[in-house]
């Protein structure tokens, strides 16, 4: 058993819980005790990810051992599809508390930050590696209030109301999903994911199979802040201090839905070609709907929170077309690039849209507004925020030779290689409405020379902002590297064999 995988939760709690103690004693501990934990995690991760390589790790809690082939105890899990999720995780989270430094000082209650970002890294880290159902809903909702919180932390009428809309919503979601969870337990005695898939794999296309289905569908989904269950996601994102909204599209939707949704469905369910239909359906609909009423923004972070809802689009459409031909039985290759194209842009969107997020933190900390209209000219008063903010848009949009580009390719030819014509033509066409949002955002804030007269006391955000964004820049070329093949290898396959043979997750939990 690997010591690294408990740590990666009880280290963030512990963080937090110095925080709140050492905090109120030590002027700016929180700020080392915050970069301190999540540079462990990261560097954590890392080992993790090298050791386990294209293994499946178990921790049992408290070491106990299967009983007859049953698992009893708790299980932590970690594969190639977790330490990617991982990794998105606590890299983005080092370079939001990097951010925060300077940009959170204009709040009050530093410490209460800094402490509840640690739960909420926490409460992420701990859904990933959670080998049961219980277990993965204790950690969402430490993820899920702490977030609350920081959605919150301005206490002004807009970010109240956000998070209220907010905590409404995934409570809901919280409640569904703990119906789902219940009815599980009711059926098998059991809520290891591996030993579900063992006792229920004989019910599939049964009532409460697919009730069961559905309502977590629902659950995840509306974490996932998936068409139709986004309601929440362009209030509490854009009302949420800009390291927080990084965190929340970049990492939280992904961790507590888009994550636990393909763990569910590829290795806990057995796939159905109706199932199938129905995620590749939503995921296609939201990436028709988010580009749409993105594009009508003029506020940079409801533009930017719409945006999520698209790219999520392109993971679930992809991640679907994959189970689609896993469910027929047929071209197993072609549904392996569809997964592992879901993964490329899963990783891709961590990048690209924290950085824009933070891009817009920066201007709106210099300019005192999020609306385009109010900018411009700031190229040459914020060069280093235009830069990176022009890399981010051109990745966002697919254009070569940045990292959105390549992960498009690969969505787009497991398309058409899988005969999904429509879809490969849908996603073509939100590319380009993509590409002409940014265009505006480019144009508004940074290039509108009739606006400029207005920045005159306007200059580049500090050190540690720039930093971050610097950083999330060079991740989106970096990131590109992933397209050739040896990279893939390494990278995405560990991740695609164990979702695509179930058995490769099942079998070292079961002992089988």
């Known amino acids: 058993m690997n010591p690294l995988i408990p740590l990666l939760v009880a280290v963030p709690l512990a963080g937090a819980f110095l925080i709140m103690i050492l905090g109120k004693f030590v002027k700016d501990i929180n700020k080392y005790i915050a970069t301190l934990t999540l540079m462990f995690l990261v560097a954590a991760t890392l080992v993790l990810m090298a050791g386990t390589g294209s293994d499946v790790a178990v921790y049992r809690l408290g070491g106990w051992d299967n009983i007859n082939g049953i698992p009893i105890g708790i299980y932590m899990v970690s594969d190639g599809l977790s330490g990617i999720v991982l990794c998105i995780i606590n890299v983005v989270g080092l370079l939001s508390v990097i951010y925060s430094f300077t940009y959170i000082s204009r709040y009050t209650s530093e410490n209460n930050y800094y402490a509840l970002f640690c739960l909420m890294v926490a409460g992420m880290n701990g859904v990933v590696l959670s080998g049961d159902l219980f277990n993965i809903f204790v950690f969402l909702e430490i993820a899920a209030i702490s977030s609350y919180a920081l959605v919150a932390f301005g206490v002004g009428?807009?970010?109240?109301?956000?998070?209220?809309?907010?905590?409404?919503?995934?409570?809901?979601?919280?409640?569904?999903?703990?119906?789902?969870?219940?009815?599980i337990y009711w059926r098998t005695k059991t809520l290891n994911m591996a030993d579900i898939r063992e006792v229920m794999g004989s019910e599939t296309g049964k009532p409460l199979y697919l009730l069961v289905q559905m309502l977590l569908l629902c659950g995840f989904g509306l974490k996932a802040a998936v068409i139709p269950f986004h309601a929440w996601l362009p209030d509490a994102h854009s009302s949420a201090p800009s390291p927080i909204s990084a965190m929340l599209s970049g990492v939280l939707i992904k961790a507590v839905g888009?994550?636990?949704?393909?763990?569910?469905?590829?290795?806990?369910?057995?796939?159905?070609?109706?199932?199938?239909?129905?995620?590749?359906?939503?995921?296609?609909?939201?990436?028709?709907?988010?580009?749409?009423?993105?594009i009508g923004q003029w506020d940079i972070k409801r533009l930017l929170a719409y945006h999520s809802i698209s790219q999520m689009g392109y993971v679930v459409m992809s991640a679907g077309m994959g189970m689609i031909l896993l469910s027929k039985g047929i071209k197993p290759e072609v549904a392996a690039l569809a997964v592992a194209g879901a993964l490329f842009h899963l990783i891709n969107h961590a990048a690209f849209k924290s950085l824009l997020f933070l891009n817009a933190g920066a201007i709106e900390y210099r300019t005192g507004t999020r609306d385009l209209k109010e900018m411009g000219g700031l190229a040459a008063l914020m060069p280093a925020t235009s830069s990176t903010s022009l890399v981010a848009s051109m990745s966002i949009s697919g254009i070569p030779p940045f990292n959105g580009f390549f992960s498009k390719l690969i969505i787009i030819i497991a398309a058409i290689m899988a005969k999904f014509y429509l879809l490969a033509v849908i996603a073509v066409l939100v590319s380009i409405i993509t590409l002409a949002s940014f265009l505006k955002f480019q144009r508004y804030a940074f290039y509108n020379r009739e606006a400029a007269n207005n920045g005159n006391n306007i200059r580049e955000v500090p050190f540690p902002m720039v930093l971050s964004m610097v950083l999330l820049t060079l991740f989106c070329i970096l990131l590109s590297l992933i397209a050739i093949p040896q990279v893939r290898d390494v990278v995405l396959t560990p991740a695609v064999n164990v979702l695509i043979d179930p058995h490769l997750y099942t079998s070292p939990i079961l002992g089988m």
């Open 258 to 294: 888009i994550y636990v949704l393909i763990r569910l469905f590829f290795n806990m369910f057995i796939i159905s070609n109706e199932t199938a239909v129905l995620i590749t359906t939503l995921g296609t609909l939201s990436m028709v709907f988010g580009v749409f009423l993105a």
């Open 157 to 183: 009428r807009t970010e109240l109301e956000a998070t209220f809309k907010y905590q409404i919503l995934g409570g809901l979601a919280s409640l569904i999903i703990l119906f789902g969870i219940g009815f």
